[in-house]
């Protein structure tokens, strides 16, 4: 009978490990695609608004108006520029995720490799067991043969 592979404790740890390594980086690339669909809506939206502050611009504003579109441009830059900021940050924490998953990678295979090595001994010493065993009875029912 073969032996149980004596790190399976840790091969199922490194598993497990690679799974949830799997599951963060999904989680950060979703949190990254995210943060670049908002920049994109608040790029657009101040595009929008700018056009029409230059529309009503031009049929003529008063003074108050004027201040209220620029201060709200004003407003949607700061919102873009803070929006960048935060993609950039998606983006490195992409980045260290798919970085430990890649190291989480390496290591399970690792041992997978360790675990398949211990199957092909196991397998290899049953046959070798076996062949002895066919050997044992052929050896057997020749001597027999000879009585």
């Known amino acids: 009978m073969a032996k149980p592979f004596a790190l399976q404790t840790v091969l199922d ?3 497990r ?7 963060q980086l999904a989680r950060l ?3 990254e695609q995210d943060a670049k669909t908002k920049l994109q809506l608040l790029a657009d939206y101040r595009e929008e608004y700018a056009r029409r502050f230059q529309a009503s611009a031009q049929e003529g504003l008063t003074p108050q108006q004027w201040r209220n579109f620029q201060d709200f441009l004003a407003r949607l830059d700061d919102a873009i ?3 960048r900021d935060v993609v950039a940050r998606s983006q490195s924490n992409t ?6 998953w890649q190291a989480q ?7 997978d ?3 398949s090595r211990h199957q092909q001994s196991e397998t290899r010493k049953e046959l070798r067991q ?5 050997d044992e009875i052929a050896a057997r029912d020749r001597s027999s043969d000879k009585t």
Do not use: F, P, W
Not at 105 to 111: F, G, H, N, P
């Open 130 to 134: 076996e062949q002895k065993l066919v």
């Open 105 to 111: 990678q390496v290591k399970l295979k690792a041992m």
């Open 17 to 23: 490990r690679a799974d949830e390594a799997t599951q």
């Open 113 to 115: 490799t360790l675990s």
């Open 95 to 100: 980045v260290a995720g798919q970085q430990a």
């Open 29 to 31: 690339i979703a949190a």
């Open 13 to 15: 740890l490194m598993q």
């Open 81 to 83: 520029a803070q929006q």
